[in-house]
């Protein structure tokens, strides 16, 4: 739900609205821009988590990432699914700061 508590992180290549790979991997150690510029290098372009700070939605900015954040606790492929469909529907930013 808080994405800089992320012990793994579910990445999926996506390609005319199709997910064409999925993989399972483990973020480096938390710390204020290492995750963003990491992510940056996988090829990443959205993260969809349920609470994210302003500091750390602006250092993914900075990547070129969106963000998008009140996402439910659910199992990645559905969020994935309903993301790619324009059905993914979310809440409250669960982070405060």
């Known amino acids: ?6 012990e793994e992180f579910v990445l999926y290549d996506v390609d005319n ?3 064409k790979k999925k993989q399972l991997l483990i973020p480096p150690p938390h710390a204020p821009g ?3 510029k990491w992510l940056r290098e996988q090829e990443t372009n959205v993260i969809v988590a349920g609470g994210m ?3 750390a939605r602006s250092l993914f900015a900075e990547q070129g990432i969106e963000v998008i954040v009140g996402a439910p606790s659910d199992d990645p492929d559905g969020i994935v ?3 790619l469909h324009g059905t993914l529907q979310t809440g409250e930013n669960i982070c405060d700061h």
Not at 1 to 6: L, Y
Request: net charge positive.
């Open 34 to 36: 290492v995750i963003p």
């Open 1 to 6: 739900m808080h994405f800089g508590h992320c």
């Open 53 to 55: 700070g302003r500091q």
């Open 17 to 19: 609205g199709q997910v």
């Open 81 to 83: 699914g309903t993301y």
